[in-house]
């Protein structure tokens, strides 16, 4: 009996203290204007942090200004339903999964997410399952913080709105309109945020520092003013009458250097995925040459051009060096986070594969990889492609793999079949996107021997991943000269052109980075500038002018090959030259003058010309 009392006196307290929690909760619910405040500081704060954890370096005006826009969103929506804890349930799930989005993306391609990055998510979801998603310290914590963010928001939040004064419909929604104002109101001004000028805001034009950038001006701001240039403005200046007049000028004086087509060369390209050499970036001892090959050639060989190339992407989005190569076009004159292939290439445009196939060539796109990525079957038929082949068709020959890719020993066998095969009627342009490189290193596999070790005595993380990429880097390189042995040997005139697409993320070059003292987020702009650079080759069984230590950018790339071919430039590459004298290289990232000055392309008011015959290029021009 003594029990039975005992356990009722127990049950009552406990009962009274659960009473008492749900007064206060109750109480709190009725005043929860606090909450309905707080809240959205939490989430600005989470959110960012998984940009940066902590955060330390956020400019406070940009921090405010972001955490108003929050404000804004979450209360406008909550006063407009009346529903403040979906509201905030909804965005609370939405932003914590971008948050890690935002992580995992920035450790995959050392960049962040940008707002044409939504038209990729199918190529993303292609390799997804390559890379390594096992999660690290920071997001975890950050992640963990966010779930005491939900379970504080589900006890706290009140359910509807009834707070006074509004509890009244026409305040909640009078209310509720005004906020949303001002919700789109700081959107708008942020999208249209003029850098030039003095503002509220710390914003930069400069597109290539994305980790600065996002730690600095905060990652919704930077969001917010990059969707601002998804479509492309006409240049100043700019009338389409007067870009056709330069054009047709500049083509009548390619038509005087016109020659045979019976002397044109096959033209083999391969541009090599991630292929790059880390010591551009950094010094690095191995206990043996990761691309002996393209080394040798490097210090000067018969018939060779080589040197470095400057690119406008790292560690993701390959086909902007490939519509760069192509077209002569440069990123530079396009807004930030720009994928032209998916964008811009939706009808026929002027392009080397179409220049050679006025010429009387053959032209063929080869990629031993799923045919949906980066919309390439849509924009290689209108750049003058006849014919393309992806991994379906080399998956018919049981091809060799390394790792989960097609080798680049084995697509260096089919790229050789496959021009001997179209050669009968004329010359071959053979541009070929290799696979074997691509992302994750972190992996270990049975079909990838790991024999490029790291010498360095340093405690730099990541030493396995730059292993097994160097690893497959001298694969390639090996690759590569197995093509030149073939047509060393070949009766066929024919021009070999290599060159990477990009570097790899820079998280894998963090021992190279050890050695320079630094580490990816405290890069200097002329230590950034080095991890956008890949070797390139240009080599021939017949006499060209040989050249080493070229320094160039994809945009000019086109031009060197056409004239190492003995073919004239036509009228917009001819108009390209001119600028390659003055500044031979322009990328997204920056420009270099005649003299080796860098600058930023907002320093440049010299290219305007430039940019204008561009979009003329891109928008207006028609071809045939």
Excluded at 125 to 147: M, Q, R, S
Excluded at 249 to 258: D, H, I, N, P, V
């Amino acid at each position: 009996m003594k029990m039975i009392i005992a356990v009722k006196q127990y049950l009552l307290k406990e009962e009274y203290r659960m009473v008492k929690l749900g007064n206060i909760i109750k109480k709190t619910k009725q005043t929860g204007i606090a909450a309905l405040v707080i809240f959205p500081v939490l989430l600005f704060f989470l959110f960012q942090s998984y940009i940066q954890f902590p955060i330390d370096d956020l400019d406070f005006c940009n921090g405010l200004f972001s955490v108003i826009w929050f404000e804004a969103l979450l209360l406008s929506v909550s006063f407009l339903t009346g529903r403040p804890l979906i509201t905030y349930a909804v965005a609370g799930a939405l932003f914590m999964v971008m948050g890690i989005a935002e992580a995992y993306v920035f450790r995959f391609r050392s960049s962040f997410i940008s707002p044409i990055d939504f038209s990729s998510v199918g190529t993303a979801l292609n390799v997804a399952g390559n890379y390594d998603f096992t999660p690290w310290k920071e997001l975890v914590i950050v992640t963990a913080l966010f779930v005491l963010w939900f379970i504080l928001l589900f006890i706290f939040c009140p359910a509807k709105l009834g707070i006074h004064p509004f509890d009244n419909r026409k305040i909640r929604i009078g209310t509720g309109i005004a906020l949303f104002i001002l919700f789109a109101g700081l959107t708008m001004y942020v999208r249209g945020y003029d850098t030039d000028k003095d503002g509220l805001l710390d914003i930069s034009d400069n597109a290539f520092h994305s980790d600065k950038n996002n730690r600095e001006e905060g990652a919704v701001i930077r969001f917010l003013y990059d969707s601002g240039y998804l479509s492309v403005d006409k240049p100043e200046g700019y009338a389409a009458s007067e870009e056709e007049k330069i054009l047709e000028e500049y083509g009548r004086e390619a038509e005087k250097e016109a020659v045979t087509p019976g002397d044109y060369p096959d033209i083999v390209v391969v541009m090599n995925e991630s292929f790059s050499d880390p010591h551009v970036v950094g010094p690095l001892d191995t206990n043996t040459d990761y691309m002996p090959f393209i080394h040798s050639l490097q210090e000067g060989h018969e018939n060779t051009i080589t040197g470095e190339m400057n690119v406008s992407i790292q560690g993701g989005n390959t086909p902007n060096t490939e519509f760069e190569f192509l077209t002569g076009n440069t990123l530079a004159f396009l807004p930030e986070g720009s994928i032209p292939f998916q964008q811009y290439i939706t009808r026929d445009v002027d392009s080397m594969p179409r220049y050679l196939m006025s010429l009387g060539y053959d032209t063929v796109a080869m990629h031993p990889y799923l045919s949906n990525g980066w919309n390439r079957t849509k924009a290689y038929p209108f750049l003058g492609f006849k014919d393309m082949k992806f991994l379906d068709y080399f998956e018919q020959m049981d091809p060799e793999y390394v790792r989960d890719y097609v080798s680049d020993s084995f697509f260096t066998k089919a790229i050789i079949n496959e021009v001997e095969k179209r050669s009968g009627e004329g010359p071959v342009f053979s541009f070929n996107v290799t696979m074997q490189n691509h992302a994750s290193y972190s992996e270990e596999f049975d079909n990838l021997k790991k024999n490029v070790k790291i010498t360095d005595e340093n405690d730099a993380s990541h030493r396995d991943e730059l292993e097994t990429y160097l690893s497959l880097v001298k694969l390639s390189d090996a690759a590569f000269k197995e093509m030149i042995d073939h047509y060393e040997k070949s009766d066929r005139k024919t021009l070999v052109v290599f060159f990477g697409d990009h570097q790899p993320a820079l998280v894998n070059f963090e021992p190279v980075l050890t050695n320079l003292g630094t580490n990816r987020h405290n890069l200097t702009d002329e230590e950034t500038w080095d991890t956008y650079k890949v070797p390139f080759v240009i080599w021939a069984n017949y006499d060209i002018e040989e050249a080493k230590d070229v320094e160039t950018s994809v945009n000019y790339l086109g031009n060197m090959v056409l004239k190492a071919a003995g073919i004239p430039l036509d009228g917009y590459r001819s108009f390209t030259e001119e600028f390659s004298r003055e500044y031979p290289v322009i990328t997204a990232i920056r420009t270099v003058d005649k003299n080796g000055k860098s600058m930023n392309l907002s320093e440049n008011d010299d290219l305007s010309a430039y940019e204008r015959m561009q979009y003329y290029e891109l928008f207006d021009r028609k071809v045939q």
